[in-house]
C-alpha cells in the first residue's frame, strides 16, 4: 500500500518558469511532509519541509502548500533553474519518527 | 556537526552469498535510524527502522535484517542474497521528523 503518491514521473519545465510537484497523501495520521532532491549514485539532500498546522512554507525559490482537507502537497520552485534538475522525492511522517516517501519525480530544466 | 557514514559505496556479490552495510553516525545521540532500498518504480522504501540500540522494526518482508549494536551504528544484513537484493541502498538518520541520509551503496548481486 503506497502511503505516499507521486503520481508523475517526470516533469519537463523551461529554464525561468515554475515547476511544479504534485504529492497525494492517503494517512490522516501524517503530520510532518518533507521534500528532497537526489542526484544520481547520491543520498537525498533535504530541501523543504512543513507541518501540519501550516498550509504554506517558503525558503528561497521554494515553496511548499499543504492541502490537508485534499491530502494534498505540492512543491513550486521559482524561477527553475538547471541545476534543479534531480528527483524529487515527497515525504511524510506520522509522528512516531518513521519516514515513508513517495516514488520520486525526475525534474528536467531545459535551457 | 553531524555526520553520517555507510559503506562500501559499491559491492558486488554472488548470489547466496552473505552481505554487511554498516553506517555509523557521528555528532548526535539516540538518534533514529533507517534503511531504505532506492527501487525503479517505488522511490524510496522503507525497508527498517530503528528508535533505540536492539531495536528494530521492519516494514517489508524480505531476505534482508537489521541490527543496532550500538547507538550510533546500524547493520543492514543478509545470510545469503538473491538477484532480486540488488539495488541502492541509503541509511539515514533523524532526530526530529526531518532525516539525514548517507552516500549510498550500489549493490549488485551477480
Known amino acids: 500500500d503506497q502511503q505516499v503518491k507521486q503520481n508523475s514521473p517526470s516533469l519537463s519545465v523551461q529554464e525561468g518558469r515554475i515547476s511544479i510537484l504534485n504529492c497525494d497523501y492517503t494517512?490522516?495520521?501524517?503530520?510532518?511532509f518533507l521534500w528532497y532532491k537526489k542526484y544520481p549514485a547520491e543520498g537525498p539532500t533535504f530541501l523543504i519541509s512543513i507541518s501540519s498546522i501550516k498550509d504554506k512554507n517558503e525558503d528561497g525559490r521554494f515553496t511548499v502548500f499543504l492541502n490537508k482537507s485534499a491530502k494534498h502537497l505540492s512543491l513550486h520552485i521559482v524561477p527553475s533553474q538547471p541545476g534543479d534538475s534531480a528527483v524529487y522525492f515527497c515525504?511524510?511522517?506520522?509522528?512516531?519518527?518513521?519516514?515513508?516517501f513517495g516514488q520520486g519525480t525526475r525534474l528536467t530544466i531545459n535551457p | 556537526s553531524q555526520t553520517i557514514h555507510q559503506w562500501p559505496a559499491t559491492l558486488v556479490q554472488p548470489v547466496g552469498s552473505p552481505l554487511s552495510l554498516e553506517c555509523t553516525v557521528e555528532?548526535?545521540?539516540?538518534?533514529?535510524l533507517y534503511w531504505y532500498r532506492q527501487a525503479a518504480g517505488r522511490g524510496l522504501q522503507l525497508l527498517f527502522y530503528?528508535?533505540?540500540?536492539?531495536?528494530i522494526s521492519s516494514e517489508v518482508p524480505q531476505n534482508l535484517s537489521a541490527s543496532r549494536p550500538q547507538d550510533r551504528q546500524f547493520i543492514l544484513s543478509s545470510k545469503k542474497l538473491l538477484l532480486s537484493d540488488s539495488g541502492f541502498y541509503l541509511c539515514?538518520?533523524?532526530?526530529?521528523?526531518?532525516?539525514?541520509f548517507g552516500q549510498g551503496t550500489r549493490l549488485t548481486v551477480v
Open positions: 494517512n490522516s495520521m501524517f503530520d510532518y
Open positions: 539515514a538518520w533523524s532526530v526530529f521528523s526531518e532525516a539525514f
Open positions: 515525504a511524510a511522517s506520522d509522528g512516531a519518527q518513521k519516514l515513508v
Open positions: 555528532g548526535t545521540s539516540n538518534p533514529n
Open positions: 530503528s528508535v533505540g540500540i536492539g531495536q
